[in-house]
Each structure stands twice: as structure tokens, then as C-alpha cells.
């Protein structure tokens, strides 16, 4: 799929919930997987890979070490996925990539640094049903016998037991879209899910540039950012809902009151 740019705040919404009709059920229920970044220059690139340096090999000692100094905080399953989620959530590098399925919670995360309101920003949009098509036997055929689109950690965890298995199930790269427990209020709100792909050196965007038929980029121009902004925060989509507790309040109050710049 093309790049697309909004023209203004409907043409955003046709392009957000475009393809969402489910004509079998005749519901509309989108299969697209959204991430909002503040700048469209910014690269589908996870924390990890933004370490810098080593940090293929520097992946083991990071989890290692997470798991040795947060075993007050014990996940529900002593599973490699489990540990991930728990370490992602809590701002370690790994290699997941944090998604969400609700349009409305990526346009937050493109528009929430008033700071970044002078460049366009993008919403990345992935058919992950479509995506999941592309996965070895073994994992489409554990969505099958579940009856599901998305793999849970625990899903994920019966059928690979290590990083080290995931190259090995089939010999492409493939993207891999997964939900995290509900460890706190802030993943349920975010409605997040993570991806995971078993080449931890390549870029989500340029494994998606092979499959143009499983993407989007929307492109919010700059000009449009304020607008977006204020009608996120009267359809309650804030910080303050999004990361419940006091930070998130904060954040929330210091964006509103904060004010416009002479020329925005």
C-alpha cells in the first residue's frame, strides 16, 4: 500500500478505519495492527536496536540480568516471552515492538510531544492477519487449533521455548504480532499488543518494504497536529487515561496548559 497523507480530520478518519468492514460478520472489525510516531522520518526500529553498539549479543545479558534483579516482581509464567513483556513494559531494550489495535491510541503517541508539532507525524498500519499468513507451519497452525488471529504470551510460549527458535522455525523472516499479559492498568488502556520478528538486526519497515500489500503509512502533516491534538483530548484520549497514576496526570496537565507557539 501506498503512503497516504490527511488532508484534514475526516480524511484521517476514513484512512484510520479503512478496510475495517467485515462483511461475514457484518460488523466492523479492523485486522490492522497501528503504531504513531511523532516524526515520519522516525525508522520502525525497536529499543533494542536504538542501544546501539553490540546490542544483537548484548540481548542475552540485558534479559539475563533483568530476571537475576527483578525477581520481587515474578511473572505469572518463568517463560522467555513472559520476561520480554515484563522487561518492555518497564523500559529495558528488547527486541518487541510496542502496537496497539486502537487508531485513536497511536494518533496519541504521534501527537503527544508538543515539542515535534513543526514535522509531520505518521501512523504505521499492519494487516496482521495478513502478516500472520506469512509465518512458518508451526505458528499458524497453533492460531488455528486456537481459533485466533493474535498470539497470546502464553500461546506463543507453548509452541517456542527460546530466542534461539525462532530462526529456526522457518527459513524467511516473518512478523509475529502478540498481546502481553495485563500486567497494569497502562497496557490494557493502550489496548497494546507487541511484534516480534526472529531477525533481531532488521528493521520492521524493511521487512514490511518486501510485502507492500500488508501496509500503510498515514502521514499526519504538521499543520494538522494541533487539531488532532484537541479533539484526542475532549475524546478523553490523554495521558492521564493512558498512563493512570500521577506521572501520567502530569504529563497530561503540562501538554494542556502548555502554550501554542506564535505560528503553529
Same mark, same amino acid.
Given at each position: 500500500?501506498? /503512503? %497516504?497523507?490527511?488532508?484534514? +480530520?475526516?480524511?484521517?478518519?476514513?484512512?484510520?478505519?479503512? &478496510?475495517?468492514? @467485515?462483511?461475514?460478520?457484518?460488523?466492523?472489525?479492523?485486522?490492522?495492527?497501528?503504531?504513531?510516531?511523532? #516524526?515520519?522520518?522516525?525508522?520502525? $526500529?525497536?529499543?533494542?536496536?536504538?542501544?546501539?553498539?553490540?546490542?544483537?549479543?548484548? &540481548?542475552?545479558?540485558?534479559?539475563?540480568?533483568?530476571?537475576?534483579?527483578?525477581?520481587?516482581?515474578?511473572? &505469572?509464567? @518463568?517463560?522467555?516471552?513472559?520476561?520480554?513483556?515484563?522487561?518492555?513494559?518497564?523500559?529495558?531494550? /528488547?527486541?518487541?515492538?510496542?502496537?496497539?489495535?486502537?487508531?485513536?491510541?497511536?494518533?496519541?503517541?504521534? /501527537?503527544?510531544?508538543?515539542?515535534?508539532?513543526?514535522?509531520?507525524?505518521?501512523? +504505521?498500519? *499492519?494487516?496482521?492477519?495478513?502478516?500472520?499468513? !506469512?509465518?512458518?507451519?508451526?505458528?499458524?497452525? !497453533?492460531? @488455528?487449533?486456537?481459533? $485466533?488471529?493474535?498470539? /497470546?504470551?502464553?500461546?506463543?510460549?507453548?509452541?517456542?521455548?527460546?530466542?534461539?527458535?525462532?530462526?529456526?522455525?522457518?527459513?524467511?523472516?516473518?512478523?509475529?504480532? %502478540?498481546?502481553?499479559?495485563?500486567?497494569?492498568?497502562?497496557?490494557?488502556?493502550?489496548?497494546?499488543?507487541?511484534?516480534?520478528?526472529? #531477525?533481531?538486526?532488521?528493521?520492521? #519497515?524493511?521487512?514490511?518494504?518486501?510485502?507492500?500489500?500488508?501496509?500503510?503509512?498515514?502521514?499526519?502533516?504538521?499543520?494538522?497536529? +494541533?487539531?488532532?491534538?484537541?479533539?484526542?483530548?475532549?475524546?478523553?484520549?490523554?495521558?492521564? *487515561?493512558?498512563?493512570?497514576?500521577?506521572?501520567?496526570?502530569?504529563? +497530561?496537565?503540562?501538554?494542556?496548559?502548555?502554550? !501554542? &507557539?506564535?505560528? #503553529?
Amino acid at each position: 500500500m501506498p /503512503t %497516504v497523507y490527511a488532508q484534514n +480530520w475526516g480524511d484521517l478518519q476514513n484512512l484510520l478505519f479503512a &478496510e475495517s468492514w @467485515d462483511g461475514q460478520i457484518g460488523r466492523f472489525r479492523s485486522r490492522l495492527a497501528f503504531r504513531g510516531l511523532s #516524526d515520519v522520518s522516525y525508522p520502525l $526500529a525497536t529499543t533494542l536496536m536504538r542501544l546501539g553498539g553490540d546490542y544483537s549479543n548484548l &540481548e542475552r545479558h540485558l534479559l539475563r540480568n533483568f530476571k537475576k534483579y527483578a525477581h520481587r516482581s515474578m511473572v &505469572e509464567r @518463568d517463560s522467555v516471552w513472559h520476561w520480554l513483556a515484563l522487561a518492555q513494559h518497564h523500559g529495558l531494550p /528488547t527486541r518487541l515492538m510496542d502496537w496497539t489495535y486502537s487508531p485513536y491510541v497511536a494518533l496519541h503517541f504521534a /501527537t503527544a510531544d508538543i515539542e515535534q508539532f513543526d514535522c509531520d507525524g505518521v501512523i +504505521w498500519s *499492519v494487516n496482521y492477519l495478513l502478516a500472520h499468513q !506469512k509465518l512458518p507451519q508451526a505458528l499458524r497452525q !497453533k492460531l @488455528d487449533e486456537e481459533g $485466533a488471529n493474535v498470539f /497470546t504470551i502464553g500461546m506463543l510460549s507453548e509452541c517456542v521455548s527460546s530466542l534461539n527458535e525462532l530462526p529456526q522455525l522457518g527459513e524467511e523472516n516473518y512478523l509475529l504480532f %502478540v498481546e502481553p499479559p495485563s500486567i497494569d492498568d497502562r497496557i490494557v488502556n493502550q489496548y497494546g499488543m507487541f511484534s516480534i520478528m526472529p #531477525d533481531v538486526c532488521c528493521p520492521v #519497515d524493511q521487512w514490511l518494504d518486501v510485502h507492500p500489500q500488508l501496509w500503510q503509512k498515514i502521514v499526519i502533516p504538521a499543520a494538522l497536529k +494541533w487539531e488532532v491534538r484537541d479533539k484526542l483530548d475532549q475524546a478523553n484520549i490523554t495521558e492521564r *487515561v493512558l498512563f493512570p497514576g500521577l506521572d501520567g496526570l502530569s504529563h +497530561w496537565l503540562k501538554r494542556h496548559y502548555s502554550p !501554542k &507557539e506564535e505560528g #503553529d
